[in-house]
């Protein structure tokens, strides 16, 4: 069974910092990976989609790598603002069209 | 892109009732629609996979007779909580198979539920 783990839980950060959450899995038979932000109480805004065939994914100051091969997914921000404060999600689906698997996710505080 | 949305937003309702929440895909039909279910400070759990015009699969663990589905045209599903209890207060997201790249999905912005 598909298990997804996110390593810290939680994570404080001074503004400026480049900083890297980990996402590990224990099936490396995927589809693809989702990185999501969840603000408090909101719902769920979709940051990077890798497919199980590429490495990683870029967009602005978030990059998201994929090692199927050791089961694991890190999202890198640069820079970090406190805008960036939210709960971060890692995500994947085993087959096209399946559910996603999420891990319980990051929560990621930056101080100005 | 791609819109889902879920109706209410927010709902209160006291132990005993019934509570109906709405999933609709806006501009793309869609024959499979996810329902999750979060508590707080946890991750998403799926609770049951809803498709168009036959019965939902439901994840073990999750009462089938309580949580009933129903996907009765490609853009709606709803998802009704029977007989609600405080500890079915949570916070229900819907998402839908959809978008440019494979496997993506579109999510609901979710409904959260308080029973008291």
């Known amino acids: 069974k598909q298990e997804v783990t996110q390593i810290p839980a939680a994570l404080s950060v001074p503004e400026g910092e480049n900083l890297v959450l980990n996402c590990s899995f224990t099936?490396?038979?995927?589809?693809?990976l989702q990185w999501f932000r969840q603000d408090p109480g909101k719902g769920l805004t979709s940051l990077l989609l890798?497919?199980?065939?590429?490495r990683e994914q870029t967009s602005g100051r978030l990059n998201a790598s994929l090692d199927k091969s050791s089961g694991r997914s890190t999202l890198y921000i640069a820079a970090s603002q406190p805008g960036d404060s939210a709960t971060y999600l890692c995500?994947?689906?085993?087959?096209?069209?399946?559910?996603?698997?999420f891990g319980k996710g990051t929560t990621l505080s930056v101080s100005s | 892109g791609a819109v889902v949305s879920q109706h209410p937003s927010w709902v209160i309702c006291k132990s005993g009732t019934s509570v109906k929440i709405e999933c609709r895909s806006l501009?793309?039909?869609?024959?499979?629609m996810f329902w999750y279910r979060q508590f707080p400070k946890q991750s998403l759990m799926l609770m049951a996979t809803?498709?168009?015009?036959?019965?939902?699969?439901?994840e073990q663990g999750v009462e089938k007779d309580k949580f009933l589905i129903n996907h009765a045209s490609l853009t709606l599903s709803t998802l009704t909580v029977t007989s609600a209890h405080p500890e079915d207060s949570s916070f229900y997201i819907c998402?839908?198979?959809?978008?440019?790249?494979?496997?993506?999905?579109?999510f609901g912005p979710g409904t959260r539920l308080t029973v008291t």
């Open positions: 998402s839908a198979p959809g978008g440019t790249q494979p496997g993506e999905q579109y």
């Open positions: 099936d490396s038979a995927i589809y693809n």
């Open positions: 890798i497919q199980s065939s590429q």
């Open positions: 995500a994947l689906n085993n087959q096209a069209g399946t559910a996603l698997i």
């Open positions: 501009d793309f039909q869609a024959t499979t």
């Open positions: 809803s498709n168009e015009g036959s019965k939902a699969t439901y």
